[in-house]
């Protein structure tokens, strides 16, 4: 982050989607989340915090976080409210994901921005993917998306980052999908991605799996992971989701986001309800490994599960860092909400 940080004295600043993308590219939202994942490990953080409601068709979840100190010492406070409605696209015509990012000054409970979700959502899972692989997967990858929506876009552009990508297969549903995405990543990455028709297809020597779908019963299993692999389960918010094969975590490594919301609303909450695991099973958060107060990684042959259930840890650092350089850059629009008393 920057040294400094300006602090307009009134008003509050609207970003769009578009000014996020402008201001925020991934190997900075990258760095930024892995520094934030160590003030949390070092307890620089506010705690984060998670409800959600369930309604007909998607739902609701809002999540919260802050920082006790960003680049000026200054603490900052996020609150996001996002609606998933996976249905969107095809009935209404709508992203799946909707939503806005409230950032506050933590001193003074100001709120300085107001921001939209979507881009900052997709931006910082993505990062935290790359993180964990930073830590815990192999050197080179030899990859598989499952999933091959806008998510699965912002997964592969964001590995590139912190790993070399030798080889791509790409598994959907919608076979017209994943070779849109196969087409478009390899002019984008200059990497060759094939597509797979499901996850038995896949290359053995893949050793870098992602799931991110909208999956209610796992499709990941034992069977198709092999010595070695790291595993990014990024798909499973809320309970009624599942990507990962129980027995596929209980047998093997598992790194949380966030142990507690993962207990809950991750894949690992499936596992612990079948009896297989319990929370201590759990070898660490990724702050831990981060921050290297626990060791990642301990062997070659070690399959390694990153169940990343998405922390509002994330949606801070990367809001905070897209209004510093909106300030800086006199983006975004400037509105009083409620005046001065």
């Known amino acids: 982050m920057p040294t400094q940080r300006a602090m307009p004295s009134t008003g509050t600043l609207v970003l769009r989607r578009e000014d996020v993308s402008r201001l925020l590219r991934m190997p900075d939202?990258?760095?930024a989340v892995e520094r934030a994942f160590v003030r949390h490990a070092e307890g620089r953080t506010i705690p984060p915090g998670i409800l959600g409601v369930h309604v007909d068709g998607g739902g609701f979840h809002i999540k919260s976080a802050g920082m006790l100190d960003v680049a000026d010492g200054h603490p900052v406070f996020v609150t996001k409210v996002n609606a998933n409605f996976p249905g969107n696209p095809v009935r209404n015509g709508l992203p799946?994901?909707?939503g806005v990012i409230a950032l506050f000054d933590a001193a003074d409970g100001r709120l300085l921005a107001l921001l939209d979700s979507i881009e900052i959502t997709s931006l910082r899972t993505a990062a935290a993917t790359a993180v964990a692989a930073k830590?815990?997967?192999p050197e080179a990858g030899n990859v598989t998306i499952c999933g091959c929506g806008e998510q699965s876009r912002n997964q592969l552009r964001a590995l590139a980052c912190v790993r070399p990508l030798r080889r791509v297969t790409a598994i959907d549903v919608d076979a017209d999908r994943a070779r849109r995405f196969a087409d478009d990543m390899t002019v984008e990455l200059d990497v060759d991605v094939t597509v797979a028709g499901?996850?038995?297809d896949a290359p053995r020597d893949t050793n870098i799996?992602?799931?991110c779908t909208p999956a209610r019963r796992w499709f990941l299993g034992r069977a198709h992971v092999a010595p070695g692999a790291f595993v990014a389960a990024v798909g499973a918010d809320n309970p009624e989701k599942q990507e990962i094969e129980p027995e596929l975590l209980a047998s093997n490594v598992v790194v949380a986001d966030v142990l507690e919301q993962c207990a809950t609303i991750g894949d690992l909450q499936h596992a612990i309800s079948a009896h297989l695991m319990r929370r201590e099973d759990v070898r660490a958060e990724l702050a831990?490994?981060?921050s290297g107060r626990t060791p990642g990684r301990r062997s070659a042959d070690e399959i390694i599960v990153f169940d990343s259930t998405g922390t509002a840890i994330q949606d801070v650092a990367a809001?905070?860092?897209?209004y510093e350089r909106?300030?800086?850059?006199g983006a975004g629009l400037s509105v009083d909400l409620g005046g001065r008393s």
């Open 29 to 31: 939202c990258v760095d």
């Open 319 to 322: 809001a905070a860092l897209v």
């Open 135 to 137: 830590y815990l997967a």
């Open 209 to 211: 799996w992602v799931t």
């Open 288 to 290: 831990d490994v981060v």
């Open 96 to 98: 799946t994901i909707q």
């Open 198 to 200: 499901n996850v038995g």
């Open 326 to 329: 909106a300030v800086a850059a």
